[in-house]
């Protein structure tokens, strides 16, 4: 079963989403961009509630949004998410010239880092070869432009299962994200991707409005293609 990354932005949603049944719990601020970073002391403060409450559940954070080619600022923020004793660490890497320094760069640090493709133009799957090369524990696919439609809309069926495939193939995980809706669920199950994120679709209302559980719930039966999944009517 694709496993469910429920985004939360504090302790108490945090709490909720693992009653609820997430498989993994990421931790960012929507209101800040795609990969909004929250503030160090409650990425500490969620880990630590967290690793208390469910102590197997695991957690990975982000760095927040770093133009291209700024290596410093994005490397200093990825040590400052890693030290909070998240399980992961994400980034962003944007396609273009930098993109692969930025890989190499993030392979040498001490966390298990998750390289984030954004993907609003489409996929370059020679990126994605190279970075699972480097011995990421897994690699995704987002979108950074909330607003634009789903990655469905942005990525080919074809070039998302290219994507599963060749990081498989180099013994790495996928995860796939950005806007993902109910409606995506027969597409997600199609591709069968390791993990899925979602915000939006676990909001009572826009993706930095308040997570509701029983969406939680039933996205991840959905999921999992249990019946209880039609209790969950898109957002």
Not at 165 to 172: N, P, R, T, V, Y
Request: charged share 20%.
């Amino acid at each position: 079963m694709t496993a469910l990354l429920t985004s939360v932005r504090n302790v108490e949603e945090a709490c909720d989403a693992a009653a609820a049944g997430a498989d993994l719990i990421d931790l960012k601020e929507p209101g800040a961009g795609a990969l909004g970073a929250l503030p160090a002391q409650t990425v500490r403060q969620v880990v630590q509630t967290v690793r208390r409450r469910w102590p197997g559940l695991p957690l990975s954070a982000t760095i927040g949004d770093h133009p291209a080619g700024e290596h410093a600022a994005m490397l200093r923020m990825a040590d400052v998410i890693g030290n909070c004793g998240v399980d992961y660490v994400k980034v962003g890497i944007e396609p273009g010239p930098h993109a692969g320094a930025a890989l190499e760069q993030l392979a040498r640090l001490p966390w298990q880092v998750v390289p984030v493709f954004l993907a609003d133009h489409g996929l370059d799957l020679a990126l994605v070869a190279y970075a699972c090369t480097l011995g990421f524990p897994a690699v995704m696919a987002d979108t950074a432009d909330k607003d634009a439609g789903s990655l469905f809309d942005c990525v080919a069926h074809a070039s998302l299962a290219s994507m599963i495939g060749i990081a498989g193939a180099l013994g790495g995980k996928v995860g796939l994200a950005g806007a993902l809706r109910l409606e995506h669920v027969p597409q997600l199950r199609a591709l069968a991707p390791d993990f899925a994120g979602f915000r939006s679709a676990l909001c009572d209302g826009a993706r930095a409005s308040r997570l509701a559980p029983a969406k939680v719930r039933a996205l991840r039966a959905a999921l999992a293609g249990q019946a209880e999944a039609a209790e969950m009517q898109p957002a």
